[in-house]
């Protein structure tokens, strides 16, 4: 046991020491010393329950023969950050908390870890951690909130936080009063859990179990079902089996099971944001995972599902019509099913005893929704590196769309122009120097996004940018344009009107202006300056990569 280190011979007589200050027996002493990462904070919805998780998770640890050790990691609430400085820590957060726990589990010599995640950052920060750390792991989230209900004129409504956000165009607009949206805001997130679409933190826990790392349901049995506390038992009971038979993460992700979590991910109509962490994972597993290969798997991954924002569903309802087995039996065709899991079994013996439910809400591939995947990489002389849109959120008369570019260099000034009446309908919105190093962080732009649809211009306005969306945007919402600004992308040439083509069933992202003339403006730009420089976020700029290999630390 790698626990050995700190607690075997007489000369680790003066930690055995301090072992029994925290009430640790003798016997004890002899049993593997189990880490418990849990995420716990008060700041967070999805994380305030997270202390009862924990505590079946120990219970049945000790009840099976491990003595578990309580540790925590940051939690960021990208809802509370959003539309702020704050939003600039979010995403820098990840390599945080893959740090810390990576710090710990050296530290005091784990044999193996249980990880208690569920929001955005917080669950590819720990996969990123557990796949560095390479001991036997396995994940329980806290699990998806429940819709909540809003009553109005045309009678009750389910509603989310991208409710809430999208209500705020309707102000704006004059569609709603500011009494109704209060009203909206107090019923919106009903309780504890991950917000309730298919947004960041959801698609990322789905994935981790379609991956293998967690047991079936960790993605969609609600925060405050019975069932969760019951899951969170039997992944105390499962790493001590995990451990008796030495199954560390990298026996688990490798280069099937990632691509089987984005076929699962293309067939849910995940957050873009899936695409940038599972890049993250797949470097801390160390397979190469290029961008271009993500669109080949969407171009044979039909669509299933239309969870919010893309539909109506929320997950609850993916939870009730079946969950990601179910999902997955789907896509047996096209899955790898002989992939290792943290249950013991493969991939295949677990999606056998799967069935629908309810078959509007997971589509067969002979009924999907469509025949490509919802996420799709586009390429072009605007993003000769990628860029990212979930074209299953995008409305049909705005898959094909050109335009001409109304340029800010922040997302504050863009949200102040769309707020203004500014913006029109046929224009190309394009935010930049919001990238990893221009922003700093690559800040979420929920915000405009929700603006755009609460105004109706969600059909009318495309937005381009280098920085990020939620994964609860809708519309012809494009991201992670790389090169970025701050990285002399083509994207910091474009002036105001210049033409902008989106194609996105071709994967085609262009703006109406030569190579020379793209260089020669280039050229022309002024050396970037960092606008922060001190703290930690001035080290993230001088360290982070380009979004289009999941935005990790360069070596």
Known sequence: MKS?????????????????????????????????????????PGHIHLRGIADAVKDSVRKNGGVPFEFNTIAVCDGIAMNHDGMKYSLPSRELIADSIEIMAQAHAFDALVFITNCDKIVPG?????????????FISGGPMLSGRFTTSQGEQKTDLNSVFEAVGQVVKGKM????????????????????????????????????????????????????IELAG???????????????????????????????DMALGGSTNSILHLMAVAHEAGVEFPLSKINDISEHTPCLCKIRPAGTYHIEDLDRAGGIPAVMKEL???????????????????????????????????????????????????????????????????????????????????????????????????????????GPGMREMLTPTSLLGGMGLDKEVALITDGRFSGATRGAAIGHVSPEAAGRGPIAAVKEGDIIVIDIPNNKLEVKLSSDEIARRIACLDE??????????????????????GAVFSN
């Open 177 to 228: 009063t500011e009494t109704e949206l209060e009203k909206l805001v107090e019923v919106a997130c009903p309780g504890c859990g991950s917000c309730a679409g298919m947004f960041t933190a959801n698609t990322m826990n789905c994935l981790t179990e379609a991956m293998g790392m967690a047991l079936p349901g960790n993605g969609t049995i609600p925060a405050v079902d019975k069932r969760r």
């Open 528 to 549: 970037f300056e960092p606008k922060i420089k001190t703290g930690y976020l001035s080290r993230y700029i001088e360290k982070v990569s380009s979004a289009s290999t």
């Open 234 to 264: 039997e992944a105390g009971r499962q790493i001590m089996n995990i451990l008796a038979d030495n199954v560390c993460p990298r026996d688990i992700i490798n280069r099937d099971s990632l691509k089987n979590a984005f076929l699962v």
């Open 332 to 438: 047996k065709t096209l899955l790898n099913l002989n992939v290792k899991t943290v249950t013991g079994s493969t991939v295949s013996r677990i999606i056998d005893s799967a069935c629908v439910k309810d078959s509007d809400v997971i589509r067969s591939i002979k009924t999907a929704y469509s025949s490509k995947g919802g996420l799709a990489v586009l390429f072009g002389n605007l993003a000769p590196e990628g860029a990212v849109v979930k074209r299953s959120a995008v409305a049909p008369e705005m898959m094909v769309h050109q335009g001409p570019a109304r340029v800010f260099d922040s997302e504050d000034d863009a949200t102040k122009a769309i707020m203004g009446g500014i913006i029109k309908s046929g224009d190309v919105l394009v935010i930049r120097y919001e990238g990893p190093k221009g």
């Open 4 to 44: 050995q280190a700190i607690k075997q011979g007489i000369e680790r007589a003066p930690h055995r020491s301090l072992l029994h200050a925290l009430g640790v027996s003798t016997l004890d002493m002899k049993k593997p010393f189990i880490g418990i990462v849990n995420s716990f904070t008060e700041v967070v």
């Open 126 to 138: 720990m996969l990123m951690a557990s796949l560095r750390l390479n001991i036997p792991s396995i």
